[in-house]
């Protein structure tokens, strides 16, 4: 089991920039992969960006240049920088680890993000 607590997110004003961390605990070490999605009202769970454990990272088309995403290995985190962000990019942030074997997919309970003026 892998466990998933994320912090950050928040009210900002368009073009503003906001923080997420997450921090993984339990069997660490089965994680091969970590990543963000997002849920907006209405709207499926879709990814905004993943990396890979030691491997560059993919990002969704409508967050490449605004957002960035790292890892601490040592620190077990996943971090997305937000950049410059927009009221479409208002949603329910999630955290997601992926683990083997089976491709077992683990989930932060969420983090509101909202863009208003």
């Known amino acids: 089991q892998v466990q998933l607590v994320e912090s950050g997110g928040g009210l900002v004003q368009p073009g503003g920039s906001l923080r997420l961390s997450c921090v993984a605990s339990?069997?660490?070490?089965?994680?091969?992969?970590m990543g963000w999605y997002r849920q907006a009202p209405g709207r499926q769970r879709e990814l905004v960006a993943a990396?890979?454990?030691?491997?560059?990272?993919n990002y969704a088309d409508f967050v490449r240049g605004r957002f960035t995403i790292s890892r601490d290995y040592a620190k077990n985190t996943v971090t997305l920088q937000m950049n410059s962000l927009k009221p479409e990019d208002t949603a329910v942030y999630y955290c997601?680890?992926?683990?083997?074997?089976?491709?077992?997919?683990?989930w932060g309970l969420g983090t509101q993000v909202t863009v208003s003026s």
């Open positions: 997601n680890a992926e683990s083997e074997p089976l491709s077992r997919n683990y």
């Open positions: 990396m890979p454990s030691g491997r560059t990272a």
């Open positions: 339990g069997n660490i070490f089965s994680i091969v992969a």
